[in-house]
């Protein structure tokens, strides 16, 4: 995609101003309200009261398809038709409830899709034609995740929908999401917008990953504008409740080979804000604190734009070991964030180096086929406890063409050395051995689950120069980006029978500091550990959704 016009030279400098204000800082946190107002606690549920619900199936796993299966060409599943069933297990396996917890008279809900704080700003919407056993007109829904259920937002008349859609296969349809920011400010202040764009990335990648499981694709649709955006998924309709800034739109097309994508006409897409919009949002918190994120999404809104990304080649994936005996759909559902890292498990090496080849965008691999830029994101690791790896500081570098500029940028690395025993082609290098777990622990606000685990990860973005080139808008998709990443780590670690934790609280510059970076060609934008959980047993886990309404097993 060519660069926005606006090309003055201070046009990145909100987005710079905001990403150095919410770094956390040895001296000091970013700016955030420092303790719980429980009184205004953002309810994680938004319903439209008014809508029609359309009840969705539960549809629980099977041992089909493989885990692996989703991400090796020739064993991908055949495309499932779209259907209420289809529909629902889409929304069961990305959006939905996971469980529910509980200890003492306190209650909460989890996902399947990961959220800082599981505070969940993301919200999630359909975009469909006619679907059998669903509707028989074309619709906008909001999904409803605690009753899994689809909200009915607004019908299309044929026309408006056959001018929308012109040119686009048959079966295809849309997913949109949105984010409510408040829900994060009101825990993390001013660094919340950057969780909250972590969060729509994870979603993105459940959302990649449950259509795979059912054979189908998605892509991101990244040219139409957030206000046609706005405009489809009815979040610019004016109410008195938290406002939804709309984030991205996938296009999920139910067969195997990508055609060209569609171009959505934006005046069909303008029409869209005059449907007849039914349900009026519930409020979420009585009163709120203006952290000034909202105002900071609307800078970075994105124009619609023309043109493509630059086009890149990674090299074809390094390991297509055999697929486990493990299952897709009860990784997706199992899923959990460990609260506590044992700090003795240890991993194989082949077992590090096929979830790091996970990671690569190699071409037409889930989940990052669905972006449409080149990788912009590598993997600085620090390895703990991984057989036959020294201890130390290790980076993949997930775009070949990158690794000039980070040997240039990255000062402090004694060596870039491919261990020994690492496939040819996985972009792994060691730069420093040494004990790293105190650094972990250090840098990731203190927290001893980066330094109990086998590996704790910093993802460092190219930063820069993909902002100078693209525009402000480019901030969010390297969240997005991290975030994909994220939800993938976390099933990698299921399907390797331990467990993962996304971090978000981390001291930004005392990772450049340990990298030896300088300026802002890469910055830290996400950490993770992956390791042996233990369990919290003072919690009691209670299923997601009762059986008094339909599950299909
Ligand atoms: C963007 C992001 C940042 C997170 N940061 C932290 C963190 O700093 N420390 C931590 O213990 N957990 C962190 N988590 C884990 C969440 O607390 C966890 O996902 C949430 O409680 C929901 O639980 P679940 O992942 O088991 O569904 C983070 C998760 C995400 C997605």
Redesign the pocket.
């Known amino acids: 995609m060519k660069q926005d016009n606006a090309s003055s030279p201070d046009r990145l400098q909100p987005v710079f101003g905001y990403h150095e204000a919410t770094k956390h800082r040895f001296e000091a946190f970013a700016r955030g309200p420092g303790y719980l107002d429980w009184a205004t606690q953002p309810d994680p549920f938004r319903r439209y009261a008014g809508a029609r619900l359309i009840a969705l199936a539960c549809i629980e796993p099977a041992d089909d398809p493989r885990y692996d299966a989703i991400f090796t060409p020739g064993l991908q599943p055949a495309a499932a038709p779209v259907n209420l069933r289809t529909i629902s297990q889409l929304f069961y396996d990305s959006l939905a409830l996971?469980a529910w917890k509980s200890t003492g008279a306190s209650r909460w809900a989890?996902?399947?899709?990961?959220?800082?704080?599981?505070l969940h700003p993301t919200e999630g919407y359909l975009v469909c034609g006619p679907v059998k056993g669903l509707c028989e007109r074309p619709m906008v829904c909001h999904y409803a995740p605690r009753e899994h259920g689809l909200e009915v937002r607004a019908e299309f008349d044929p026309d408006l929908w056959n001018r929308l859609c012109a040119g686009v296969p048959a079966g295809t349809f849309f997913l949109g999401l949105s984010s409510i920011c408040w829900r994060e400010a009101w825990k993390y202040g001013e660094r919340a917008y950057?969780?909250c764009m972590?969060?729509a990335g994870?979603a993105l990648g459940a959302l990649s990953i449950a259509a795979a499981g059912l054979g189908w694709q998605t892509r991101l649709l990244d040219d139409i504008g957030t206000e046609g955006l706005a405009a489809l998924l009815g979040t610019s309709q004016v109410h008195d409740a938290e406002q939804e800034e709309p984030d991205l739109l996938l296009v999920c097309m139910p067969m195997a080979r990508v055609p060209p994508l569609p171009a959505l006409s934006a005046a069909a897409l303008q029409a869209c804000a005059a449907l007849a919009w039914q349900g009026q949002p519930n409020r979420l918190s009585p009163s709120h604190v203006d952290w000034g994120i909202e105002a900071f999404a609307a800078r970075l809104r994105q124009p619609r734009t023309a043109g493509a990304y630059e086009t890149f080649a990674m090299p074809p994936r390094s390991c297509s070991p055999l697929p486990r005996a493990v299952a897709l759909r009860r990784m997706i559902r199992q899923?959990?964030?460990a609260?506590a890292m044992d700090g003795e498990t240890r991993i194989a090496c082949e077992t590090f180096y096929r979830m790091l080849d996970r990671t690569l965008a190699a071409p037409g691999a889930v989940p990052f086929s669905t972006l449409p830029w080149k990788s912009q994101l590598h993997l600085a690791l620090l390895v703990h406890r991984v057989d036959d790896l020294p201890r130390g500081l290790y980076l993949l570098v997930r775009d070949p063409a990158q690794l000039e500029t980070l040997q240039a940028a990255l000062t402090r690395a004694e060596h870039w050395r491919k261990p020994p025993g690492c496939p040819e082609t996985l972009p792994l290098y060691c730069l420093i051995e040494a004990d790293a777990r105190n650094a972990a622990r250090e840098i990731?606000?203190q927290?001893d689950?980066a330094s109990d685990g086998c590996f704790a990860v910093a993802m460092l973005a190219g930063f820069d120069a993909p902002l100078e080139r693209y525009g402000p808008w480019f901030y969010p998709r390297l969240y997005w980006e991290a975030?994909v990443i994220?939800q993938l780590l976390?099933l990698e670690a299921e399907a390797a029978g331990i467990r993962s934790?996304?971090?978000?609280?981390?001291f930004d510059d005392a990772l450049h500091e340990l990298l030896g970076l300088q300026d802002r060609r890469f910055q830290d934008l996400?950490?993770f550990t992956v390791g042996g959980a233990v369990e919290d047993k003072r919690l009691t886990t209670l299923p997601a959704y009762t059986h008094d309404r339909d599950v299909v097993v």
Do not use: K, M
Request: charged share 15%; with cysteine.
């Open positions: 996971s989890l996902r399947v899709n990961a959220s800082s704080g599981n950057r969780y972590h969060d994870h899923r959990r964030s609260v990731s606000c927290q689950i975030g994220g976390y934790t996304g971090i978000g609280c981390f996400y950490h």
